[in-house]
C-alpha cells in the first residue's frame, strides 16, 4: 500500500517568488509520482510525473520536480510564481506494476499574492 | 482531441434517492477510474475498469457500483444517498502502456449535493 504526506496545507507566496510545495510517500514497491493542480470548481490537471529515468521532470507552466528515493520525496518547484498559479496542488502515487490506483496527498493551497 | 467528459455537472438530489454519473474517456483510453473529493480533501479512489472489467475497488460501501461499456464510457451509481456523499466525483482515463504509460487523465468532475 502507498500514502502521501503534503506537509503543507497552505503556502502563501508573493508574485515572482520563488517557490516549492512538499511532498512525502510511503510505498513497499516501486512508484509512480505525479503531481496535479486543481483550480476552483475544476477537475484535476496533470503538471508532471515521473516515472523512471532522470530523477529531475519538468512539467507544465514552468514547474519541475525531483524524485529522491532516498528521502522518499517528490518536492514540487517553480522559480518564480505568478499570480495565476494560485490553486490547489495534490501529490499523488501508484505502484508501477498491475493495477495502478492513485492515492492523493490532502492537499497544498498555494496563495500567491501580487 | 476531446478530453475526459462527464455528465451532469451538478446534480442535487435528496437522502435515499439513487444517482448516475456518467463518464467518457480520451479516445484510444480503454480503463476508467472513479474517485470521491470531498471538500476539503483530496480525492479518494472508488473504482476502475478495464475493457469491460473490474480491476480495483477502494473501501466504499456496496451501495456504490460501476460498469463499463463496449465503448469504454463508464457509469457510477450510488444508492440510498447519504448526505456524506455530497462531494466532486471525478472521473479520470487511463493511458495505455507505452503511451505515458498508465497516465491518469481527469474529467471536470460532477458536484453531487445530498440534501
Known amino acids: 500500500a502507498q500514502s502521501v504526506t503534503q506537509l503543507d496545507s497552505q503556502v502563501p507566496v508573493f508574485e515572482e517568488a520563488p517557490v516549492e510545495l512538499r511532498c512525502n510517500y510511503s510505498?513497499?514497491?516501486?512508484?509512480?509520482l505525479f503531481w496535479y493542480v486543481q483550480y476552483p470548481n475544476q477537475g484535476l490537471q496533470l503538471l508532471l510525473k515521473?516515472?523512471?529515468?532522470?530523477?529531475l521532470v519538468k512539467g507544465i507552466n514552468g514547474f519541475e520536480a525531483e524524485f529522491n528515493k532516498s528521502q522518499t520525496s517528490f518536492h514540487l518547484r517553480k522559480p518564480s510564481v505568478h499570480i495565476s498559479d494560485t490553486a490547489e496542488y495534490f501529490c499523488?502515487?501508484?505502484?508501477?506494476?498491475?493495477?495502478?490506483?492513485?492515492?492523493f496527498g490532502t492537499g497544498t493551497r498555494l496563495l500567491v499574492s501580487p | 482531441d476531446a478530453g475526459v467528459t462527464q455528465s451532469p455537472t451538478h446534480l442535487i438530489k435528496t437522502r435515499g434517492q439513487q444517482v448516475t454519473l456518467r463518464c467518457s474517456p480520451i479516445?484510444?483510453?480503454?480503463?476508467v477510474s472513479w474517485y470521491q473529493q470531498v471538500l476539503g480533501q483530496g480525492p479518494q479512489f472508488i473504482f476502475q475498469?478495464?475493457?469491460?472489467?473490474?480491476?480495483g475497488r477502494g473501501n466504499f460501501p456496496d451501495r456504490f457500483s460501476a460498469r463499463q461499456f463496449p465503448n469504454y464510457s463508464s457509469e457510477l451509481n450510488v444508492n440510498a444517498l447519504l448526505l456524506g456523499d455530497s462531494a466532486l466525483y471525478l472521473c479520470?482515463?487511463?493511458?495505455?502502456?507505452?503511451?505515458?504509460?498508465?497516465?491518469?487523465?481527469f474529467g471536470p468532475g460532477t458536484r453531487l449535493l445530498v440534501l
Open positions: 479520470a482515463s487511463t493511458s495505455p502502456r507505452g503511451q505515458g504509460r498508465e497516465t491518469q487523465y
Open positions: 475498469y478495464y475493457e469491460k472489467e473490474e480491476r
Open positions: 515521473y516515472l523512471s529515468g532522470s530523477t
Open positions: 510505498s513497499s514497491v516501486s512508484v509512480y
Open positions: 479516445s484510444g483510453h480503454k480503463s
Open positions: 499523488a502515487v501508484s505502484g508501477n506494476t498491475g493495477f495502478q490506483k492513485l492515492v
